[in-house]
C-alpha cells in the first residue's frame, strides 16, 4: 500500500485504475521561417478554429457544467482574438524570423508571465487560462488532437495539472476521479471536479509517479487521501464510506421533483439558509423550495464601509431573480453579539448579546436602514422578496420598522421606481419576549421565523458563544419548544405562517415534534433538504406527539 | 473627449469575465477610441489582456476616457456597463 496525502477539493470517494493523462508532447523548433507571410496566415487560421472550438466548447458547458464555466470558455475566445496577444505573435514573427509555433509559444509566454507576476492571486491564477489557450492554438497550428483517455475501464485520471479545456474535453464516462501533482482549490480543474460533481485531489506533488499508471487506487476527496493498492483496513474504511455515498445519492436522486408532504397530506415547505448570492446554485441542485433566510450580513461583514444602495440592490435582486419567482426572505442586518464591523464605530459593551445589535442598530441608525430597505425594496421587483426583521422584543419596534418601510415606498413611488407593494414583511422569533407578546406581533406581521440558537441562549440564560456550558445549553429543553408552540398558536390564530431559520429545523429528532406543533415552513443548509424531505414523507403528522414538551 | 470617473465596487476588481465584456463594448466603437486609465497607466479598453494586466481591484479609481465620433454614445455605454458590471 502507498498512501500520498493531497488537498481534497472535490467531495466524494472513488476507485479505479489509475490513468495518466497524455498531454501531446510538443517541440517546437528554433529554426527560422521560410515565407513570413504563410506563418502569418498559418496563424490566423489557426486563431480562428481556436475561438470556433472554445465557442463550442462554451455552449457544451452550457448545457453541461452551467453558465460559470460556460461564460470561462467565452472569455477564452475573447483572449484568442486579443489584439495585443495576436500583435506579439505577429512582431515576433517579423522580428525573429521564427515559425508560427514559436511565435505563439512566445506570446503565451509573455503574457502568462505577466500575469503570474501580478499580486494578485486570482490574476495569477489567470496565467493558466492563458497557457491553455496557447496551448490550444499550438496544437491547431500543429494538427494535433488531446485529451483521449486509451482505456476500457473507467479510470482515475492522474495528471500534473489540468487545463480546464482539457478536464471538459475528456470522455467523462471514462473518469471516476481527478488527482494532480498541482493546482489549488482555485484551480478550474477544482472549480469544474465539483460542478461536475467528481471527486478531486490536488498538490499531490512528486509523491504522484507515472510509474503508479495502472494500479489500482482509492481516493477521498474530503480528506486529500489517495491510497494506492491499500491494506484490508485502510480499504474497509474506503468501502463503507463508499458504500454510505452511494446511499445517499440514491436517496438524493429519488428526492428531487417531490412535494414535501407527510403521508397524511401535511406539507412543510422546505427552504433554505443562505449566506450569499453564490449560494444560490446549492439551493437548486439540493431542489431547494426557496429561501426562508437570506444572511445579509457578508454585505457588512466583506466590505471596509457601510456597502451602498446599489451594492446592495444587486446582490437582492440577483438572489431574486435567480430564484424565479420562489419565496426570498431576505434577513436585515444582524451585526453585534458575535459579528463585529468595525466601521459601524459601536462602543464596547460588557454583554453584546445584551447589547445595541440588529434591529436595534437600524433603529438607532435609521439611514443605515433606509439604504437598506431601499435596496430591497428595489429588489422586489424581480421576484418573490420578503423582508425580515431580527431581534424582536416589543410590538413599538415593528411598528417603526413598518413606518421606515411606509417611507421608502412612498420615496420610490415619487422617484417611479419599480417595487413589489405586496412585499411580505416578518419577524424573527428569537427572544423571549417576541414569544410572550405574539398574539399582538402576529396582528402586524406576515410571518414568523423562528432563530432557535438565539431563542435557545435567551430562553435558557445560555452564552451560545460558552464552550463550557455543555449540557446546560440545550436546544432541546421542553422551555424552548413550548415557546415554539405558544409562537405557532399566535401565529395561526392570526392566519399567518411560522417557519424556523435556527439549527433546529436540521434537526430529524425533531421533525415529529415541529409537525405536532404545527410548524409550517424549515429552513435549513441546503445539503439538509433532501434528507429531511426523505424524512417528511415518511412521516403521518397527525400521530406526532408534544410528548417532548413535557419536563 | 468625454470622460468619467469611477470607483470600483466588484469584490474582484476588472476580473476576466468583464474584462472581456468590456473589451467587447468597446470594440463596437470602431472609430472611437475607449481608454481605461489607473494610477497613471493609461490602457485601450479594446486591449483585454493590457486590461486585466491594470490589476484593477475593489476600490480603485478608475478614469474612463472616449475620443472620437461616437464619444457621446460610447461613453454612455462605458459608464452603463461599469454601473451595472464593476
Not at chain 1, 294 to 308: G, H
Not at chain 1, 503 to 525: K, Q
Not at chain 2, 63 to 73: F, K, L, R, S
Not at chain 2, 74 to 80: G, H, L, Y
Request: charged share 25%.
Amino acid at each position: 500500500m502507498i498512501v500520498i496525502q493531497g488537498k481534497g477539493v472535490s467531495k466524494g470517494v472513488a476507485n479505479g485504475p489509475i490513468y495518466f493523462f497524455q498531454r501531446s508532447s510538443t517541440t517546437i523548433t528554433d529554426a527560422p521561417a521560410a515565407d513570413i507571410e504563410a506563418e502569418k496566415a498559418r496563424i490566423a487560421a489557426a486563431q480562428e478554429k481556436s475561438a470556433q472550438q472554445l465557442n463550442a466548447l462554451a455552449d457544451k458547458a452550457r448545457e453541461e457544467a452551467g453558465d460559470e464555466t460556460a461564460i470561462l470558455f467565452e472569455t477564452h475566445a475573447m483572449f484568442v482574438e486579443d489584439d495585443d496577444y495576436v500583435e506579439c505573435m505577429m512582431n515576433a514573427l517579423e522580428e525573429k524570423h521564427c515559425t508560427a509555433e514559436k511565435a505563439v509559444e512566445l506570446a503565451g509566454e509573455e503574457f502568462s508571465a505577466m500575469l503570474a507576476a501580478m499580486d494578485d492571486a486570482y490574476m495569477q491564477a489567470r496565467a493558466a487560462d492563458i497557457k491553455d489557450v496557447t496551448r490550444r492554438i499550438l496544437n491547431n497550428l500543429m494538427g494535433v488532437t488531446e485529451g483521449g483517455i486509451d482505456s476500457d475501464v473507467p479510470v482515475i485520471l492522474a495528471a500534473d495539472d489540468l487545463a480546464p479545456s482539457e478536464t471538459l474535453q475528456l470522455d467523462k464516462s471514462k473518469i471516476l476521479g481527478f488527482i494532480t501533482q498541482g493546482g489549488s482549490g482555485n484551480s478550474h480543474t477544482a472549480i469544474l471536479a465539483r460542478t461536475m460533481g467528481i471527486p478531486a485531489i490536488c498538490g499531490l506533488g512528486e509523491a504522484l509517479k507515472a510509474e503508479f499508471s495502472g494500479r489500482q487506487v482509492y481516493i477521498d476527496g474530503e480528506t486529500g487521501q489517495v491510497a494506492i493498492e491499500p491494506d484490508e483496513i485502510t480499504l474497509a474504511a474506503f468501502q463503507s464510506k463508499q458504500a454510505k455515498q452511494q446511499e445517499m445519492k440514491e436517496l438524493m436522486e429519488t428526492m428531487k421533483g417531490q412535494k414535501d408532504v407527510t403521508l397524511d397530506g401535511r406539507e412543510m415547505m422546505v427552504y433554505c439558509n443562505i449566506g450569499s448570492p453564490e449560494d444560490v446554485t446549492a439551493v437548486q441542485s439540493n431542489d431547494g423550495q426557496g429561501i426562508g433566510l437570506f444572511r445579509s450580513e457578508f454585505l457588512y461583514l466583506a466590505a471596509s464601509d457601510y456597502p451602498t444602495e446599489e451594492e446592495q440592490f444587486q446582490a437582492y435582486k440577483d438572489v431574486a431573480a435567480a430564484m424565479g419567482g420562489k419565496r426570498v426572505v431576505i434577513r436585515t442586518l444582524d451585526i453585534g453579539a458575535d459579528k463585529q464591523v468595525d466601521y459601524f464605530e459601536m462602543h464596547k459593551e460588557e454583554n453584546p448579546a445584551l447589547g445595541v445589535r440588529a434591529i436595534r442598530i437600524c433603529l438607532n441608525r435609521p439611514e443605515v436602514f433606509r439604504t437598506q430597505l431601499r435596496a430591497l425594496y428595489r429588489a422586489s421587483a424581480y421576484g418573490k422578496v420578503a423582508i425580515m426583521f431580527p431581534m424582536i422584543t416589543s410590538v413599538w419596534e415593528v411598528k417603526e420598522c413598518k413606518r421606515a418601510c411606509q417611507k421608502v415606498m412612498a420615496e420610490l413611488d415619487k422617484e417611479g421606481v419599480p417595487y413589489r407593494k405586496d412585499t411580505e414583511i416578518g419577524i424573527m422569533i428569537e427572544t423571549p419576549a417576541s414569544v410572550l407578546v405574539a398574539e399582538e406581533l402576529a396582528k402586524e406581521v406576515d410571518f414568523f421565523s423562528v432563530g432557535t440558537n438565539d431563542l435557545t441562549q435567551y430562553t435558557l440564560a445560555c452564552d451560545r458563544q460558552a464552550n463550557d456550558l455543555g449540557k446546560f445549553f440545550d436546544p432541546h429543553h421542553p422551555a424552548v419548544l413550548r415557546a415554539l408552540k405558544m409562537a405557532t398558536d399566535a401565529a395561526h390564530k392570526a392566519g399567518i405562517w411560522i417557519g424556523i431559520c435556527g439549527e433546529l429545523g436540521a434537526d430529524l429528532s425533531l421533525l415529529e415534534t415541529f409537525l405536532a406543533i404545527g410548524i409550517d415552513e424549515l429552513s435549513v443548509s441546503p445539503t439538509s433538504v433532501l434528507p429531511l424531505r426523505a424524512e417528511i414523507r415518511k412521516s403521518i403528522a397527525k400521530t406526532c406527539t408534544l410528548e417532548k414538551l413535557e419536563c | 473627449m468625454k470622460n468619467f470617473e469611477y470607483t470600483i465596487t466588484d469584490p474582484l476588481g476588472i476580473h476576466a469575465r468583464p474584462a472581456g465584456l468590456l473589451a467587447k463594448t468597446a470594440k463596437a466603437y470602431s472609430d472611437t477610441t475607449v481608454t481605461i486609465a489607473k494610477d497613471g497607466n493609461t490602457v485601450k479598453a479594446s486591449q483585454l489582456m493590457k486590461l486585466m494586466g491594470l490589476g484593477v481591484k475593489q476600490g480603485d479609481h478608475v478614469t474612463v476616457a472616449a475620443e472620437g465620433p461616437a464619444e457621446e454614445e460610447a461613453i454612455t455605454a462605458m459608464k452603463k456597463f461599469f454601473e451595472e458590471n464593476l
